[in-house]
């Protein structure tokens, strides 16, 4: 089982960095080993230009989000902020949301004739901001990943307990203080955790830069990487891989740097005190000027964009002068289903999220057991496996298992059909499946299972009668979470489309380039649709959120 | 001929030698505390007994049967051991009501099902719970929680059951009644039992053997009276009750006999291990061995009261005698007057 983890794991990684050290592509008899594609790309103004702009946005979205987040954290758990209940469902939606199809509501909102943009301007004659910019990727990109910071800076804070709080404010201590010297100084594991993912994430962008930069032929390293395609008209695989590379050389120390951070600020979280019993800060006249900036947020990254999307599907078109009345319809939506495409690319969505993320669940499931079980040298090889795919943004693992799929022949055959795309989003998203896993696998204490082998239990009853039994509400709510991820995915499936393999996520990139703007705004209020009823149950049924 | 034997066992933790070559004999019907504080590895140990960890090395063996051999390699997991193990949280399952936690452990051993249903009422019977087989755990009391996981332990007859502090996690109160109670049932069933246990009136109430542990060690071993009333170390003798304890050096010996002083007083004792005179040496003598009377006398201190605190069954006074604090259990209020504390020379131990 180690090997066929290892195999599906590691092949992509393997063919990628055999691909980069070719001068042709690999299917071809005559290419050779070589550095030339290295020295291409290195070459190339436009890989520089794209490099620079990675590292803009990476460090500029993780300067925005991570004192949003940390202060948004602080608000919700820790002070009387009103509505926090309902509050806190809301700050996920961004993470479930599709970035290409937050993108795609922010050109409908505020984009150059977006309606917001159209009514500043019938207002002020003018409006003073330009979405195509790297400013406004940067931007959006950090307001978006502010729930990221959020959850864990939230889930520290919760660990902690407000007695030490407390203590600072029965010695005098105010509320900003406290929330200066006691609070903050507990968060900033969590805090410098979080930096670090957003970071990488920025590394990761994908959705957003290709919607908002190609207009102005702004390009970062993933969609340099995406463009490369066309650039040559031959299939320059070479450079697609060294790209890959470059990408993967960043994200590989990052990776490593966020495991030895979370398993410090997991120390951290370990000391926690005993009486968890909150009692909210008091914010006084600052109660309502924080809702207002939590309120703001929130229009701002989930509002807006959504009533693009939403608009600009119920409409035959928009610009200036348009009257909203006149111009409601749904056939876009019709419109769709004269699409076999499209219609199969909402099918395929919708099974590789239902069926193909339980079987996914399964999978996570089987190899956290034997990892869980087993407390040999293969455990840590196991642990070591599961970071590989984290590495890999989701358009390097479609690009490497497209790859895998020409290459081996054997599988050739799978490459037109879903189980492609269901091997490639299952690998992706691997580790925050075993995450999801082996945090259920945490709540079950260990005498319960030696509890059942004293009595008799061998190894196999013992998992069916014991630990699956005690793990059920948390691998049901593992694959309700699977499935979001699974149907909000985009990117790895943008080198596995073709007939058979569409799903809704890959679909509105492709279609995008062509500019069929109604259906794109169609499929991305689907989209939204089953994130937004997938949440619903899960929230429903208590899930929780939170990896 | 002893049901279990465990000789020279073994075991690290990390950097740790939790256990440092432990043995002892249980033999069938008996009882046997492993007593010690925490870190001295009785856990360990018996975990080691369970199967649940093997030991580095050493021999583990019940009645005929090696469960473990570190010179052959013989490991029996724990699964096919047979033995009864009782957690100290008692690791009920909390998706199984009473019944079929208890019927469980014959579910596996494929009891045929009438024989199955029949074998767990009646274990539950025994132990008083046949009212409850329909609960889940988490709607009983923590002392039914307790005897529920001892019906599972011992609804397939094992010939050794094993206790990891089977009552640590009951109040003061209950505890006492569920004491007695594991006792008696104990008897009744005529169970080899290993019970671990870091509160020594447990470890006398329960065994017929007290093994008392210290990191790693067998510090002494024998039954509770003696234990209690001949300790051979410091260890053992202040583990085993509630003590004064005063420092100062052998002055002469005579024969087991010697003399102690400090600073202002000067006590005869029996002397236990090898002090000489001029060693510092250690007097300990059992809180409700101090007697105190209004004369002085043979081995006596003067001595002011400066606390006493009725506690129901007893009473504890604080005296000062010096430099010296001394407590005193006495059943009665003492008469008033000038005080002294008597140290019997045969209660004084010198080590």
């Not at chain 1, 056939?331 to 993320?357: A, C, K, Q, S």
């Not at chain 1, 991305?524 to 009823?533: F, P, T, Y």
């Not at chain 2, 003696?226 to 509630?242: C, H, K, Q, V």
Request: net charge positive; hydrophobic share 50%; with cysteine.
């Amino acid at each position: 089982m180690v090997l066929a983890t290892g195999l599906t794991i590691l092949s992509p990684l393997g063919i990628i960095l055999y691909q980069s050290f070719l001068d042709g592509p690999f299917f071809q008899g005559s290419t050779k080993l070589s550095l030339s594609a290295f020295r291409f790309v290195l070459a190339d103004a436009d890989f520089h230009r794209a490099f620079g702009s990675t590292l803009i946005v990476a460090v500029g979205m993780t300067g925005l989000a991570v004192p949003l987040g940390g202060l948004l954290a602080f608000l919700v758990v820790r002070t009387d902020l009103p509505g926090r209940r309902w509050i806190e469902p809301a700050l996920l939606i961004p993470i479930f949301l599709s970035p290409v199809v937050i993108a795609f509501g922010y050109v409908v909102a505020v984009g150059p004739v977006g309606f917001l943009t159209l009514l500043f301007r019938e207002a002020f004659g003018k409006a003073p901001w330009n979405l195509y910019s790297l400013a406004s990727v940067t931007v959006i990109a950090g307001l978006t990943h502010i729930p990221h910071v959020y959850l864990y800076t939230s889930s520290t804070l919760r660990a902690i307990g407000s007695d030490l709080e407390e203590a600072a404010a029965v010695a005098g201590a105010g509320t900003a203080q406290i929330a200066w010297k006691v609070s903050l100084p507990m968060v900033r594991p969590a805090l410098l955790y979080s930096g670090v993912l957003v970071f990488f994430l920025g590394f990761e962008l994908f959705g957003l830069p290709l919607i908002l930069g190609d207009p102005e032929g702004m390009l970062v390293l993933s969609t340099y990487l995406y463009k490369l395609t066309n650039r040559l008209g031959v299939p320059s695989y070479q450079l697609m891989a060294v790209v890959a590379v470059v990408i993967m050389t960043f994200a590989f120390p990052l990776v490593w740097l966020q495991r030895r951070l979370l398993g410090l600020s997991g120390r951290f979280v370990s000391v926690r005190g005993k009486g968890l019993k909150r009692v909210p800060l008091r914010l006084g006249r600052w109660r309502w000027a924080a809702l207002l900036l939590v309120l703001a947020w929130l229009v701002a990254t989930v509002v807006t964009p959504l009533a693009g999307v939403f608009l600009r599907a119920f409409v035959t078109n928009w610009g200036e002068g348009v009257r909203l009345r006149e111009v409601l319809t749904l056939e876009h939506f019709t419109e769709l289903l004269d699409y076999p495409n499209l219609v199969r690319g909402v099918v395929n969505t919708m099974v590789i999220g239902v069926v193909g993320g339980a079987i996914a669940v399964a999978c996570y499931a089987t190899i956290a057991l034997v990892q869980h079980r087993w407390q040999s040298r293969w455990a840590k090889v196991i642990d070591y496996l599961v970071m590989v795919p984290r590495g890999m943004p989701g358009l390097v693992a479609g690009l490497a298992f497209f790859w895998v799929f020409l290459f081996v022949k054997p599988i050739a055959p799978l490459r037109a059909t879903p189980v492609s795309l269901w091997i490639a989003y299952s690998v992706v998203w691997l580790a925050y499946g075993m995450r999801l896993i082996s945090g259920a696998l945490l709540q079950v204490a260990p005498e319960l299972e030696e509890a059942a082998l004293t009595v008799g239990a061998s190894r196999g009853q013992v998992t069916r009668h014991v630990t699956l039994p005690l793990i059920r509400f948390g691998l049901l709510g593992s694959w309700l979470l699977i499935f979001l991820i699974f149907v909000r995915e985009y990117s790895t499936g943008v080198y596995l489309l073709g007939p058979g393999t569409e799903v809704i996520g890959s679909l509105i990139i492709s279609l995008w380039a062509t500019g069929a703007i109604d259906i794109v705004s169609a499929l991305s209020v689907i989209n939204v649709v089953l994130v937004g009823l997938g949440l619903a149950v899960a929230l429903r049924l208590g899930v929780r959120v939170h990896e | 001929m002893s049901e279990l034997s465990v000789s020279n066992v073994h075991k690290r933790l990390g950097d740790e030698e939790v256990l440092k070559g432990v043995s002892f004999e249980l033999s069938k019907g008996q009882v046997v505390a492993l007593l010690g504080p925490s870190g001295s590895g009785k856990t360990t140990l018996l975990r080691a007994i369970a199967g649940l960890d093997h030991p580095d090395q050493g021999r583990i063996q019940l009645a005929d049967r090696v469960l473990f051999d570190g010179m052959t390699g013989t490991a029996v997991p724990a699964e096919q051991r047979g033995l009864g193990l009782v957690f100290q949280s008692y690791a009920l399952w909390p998706h199984r009501t009473v019944l079929e936690n208890v019927e469980y452990p014959l579910r596996v051993r494929k009891v045929p099902a009438a024989e199955l249903r029949e074998r767990s009422l009646t274990v539950l019977r025994e132990i008083g719970l046949e009212g409850m087989t329909a609960r889940y755990p988490h709607q009983l009391s923590g002392g039914q929680q307790q005897r529920v996981a001892l019906a599972r332990a011992i609804v397939y007859k094992p010939p050794l059951l094993l206790l990891d502090e089977p009552l640590s996690n009951l109040d003061a109160k209950l505890r006492e009644e569920a004491r007695v109670w594991l006792r008696e049932l104990i008897e009744r069933l005529h169970i080899s039992a290993v019970c671990v246990t870091h509160d020594q009136v447990e470890a006398m109430a329960l065994a017929d053997r007290v093994i008392l542990l210290d990191k790693g060690k067998v510090e002494q071993e024998g039954g509770p009276q003696e234990m209690y009333d001949r300790p051979r170390t410091l260890f053992a003798a202040e583990f085993m009750g509630s003590n004064n304890r005063l420092s100062g050096k052998v002055v002469e010996t005579r024969g087991e006999m010697a003399r102690i002083a400090g600073m202002g007083w000067t006590l005869w004792g029996q002397l236990r291990g090898d002090r000489r005179p001029d060693e510092d040496a250690t007097a300990v003598i059992r809180l409700e061995r101090t007697l105190i009377q209004n004369a002085d006398g043979d081995n006596c201190l003067p001595a002011t009261l400066e606390a006493a605190v009725y506690l129901g069954d007893r009473w504890d006074h604080l005296y000062r005698a010096g430099d010296l604090r001394i407590r005193v259990w006495t059943l009665s209020a003492p008469p008033p007057g000038p005080h002294y504390l008597r140290f019997p020379p045969e209660s004084l131990w010198i080590f």
